[in-house]
């Protein structure tokens, strides 16, 4: 789909959350992966945080950002397998107030593309959330990559049309 020139970019104010048991900041490439895509993108790192694969502790850091007035979009990587220690998801749907389920279905068709029935084993998922999108992609860098590169880029665009979730933002808590 096309971008539309004559509109104006917006840049978004996103917050990047890994969630690794294992990873610090000098380990951690998926996040430093997103944080290149969106800052490229022209958009804002507003905050980052890694939090280890703890529901209640990434539920707090969730609710944390979304009452945050300068974040708009809060993009997290890892915790979305199947083990047990994978809890990603269920944090988010426990702050969720919408799910978006069409893009875990659309990351997990494209990533099909990349890694065939693998695909399966991920979790990925998105909602709303007090006027915050929230988008839950898994761990590896190639995720990242697919995650962002074929549908958050265009979708965080302002000028991607037909639509994009920029254009909503300002809807976001009509009642």
């Not at 850091?61 to 993009?75: G, Q």
């Not at 068709?109 to 399966?120: A, F, K």
Request: aromatic residues 6%.
């Amino acid at each position: 789909m096309p971008i539309d020139e004559s509109r104006a970019f917006v840049p978004v104010r996103i917050a990047v959350l890994t969630v690794s048991d294992t990873r610090g900041l000098a380990e951690d490439r998926s996040g430093d992966t997103l944080v290149e895509r969106l800052t490229g993108a022209g958009h804002v790192l507003a905050d980052r945080a890694i939090e280890r694969d703890e529901l209640d502790t990434i539920i707090e850091r969730l609710a944390a950002w979304i009452e945050h007035p300068e974040i708009d979009v809060i993009l997290t990587t890892g915790g979305t397998g199947v083990t047990g220690r994978d809890v990603t998801p269920e944090a988010v749907e426990a702050v969720a107030e919408k799910m978006i389920p069409g893009f875990g279905e659309l990351f997990r068709w494209l990533s099909y593309q990349t890694i065939s029935t693998s695909t399966i084993q991920s979790r990925a998922c998105a909602c709303v959330a007090g006027g915050t999108y929230i988008f839950a992609l898994p761990g590896s860098t190639g995720a990242v990559k697919d995650g962002w590169d074929l549908i958050l880029r265009d979708q965080l665009d302002s000028r991607f049309r037909p639509c994009n979730f920029v254009e909503l933002m300002p809807r976001l808590l009509e009642r």
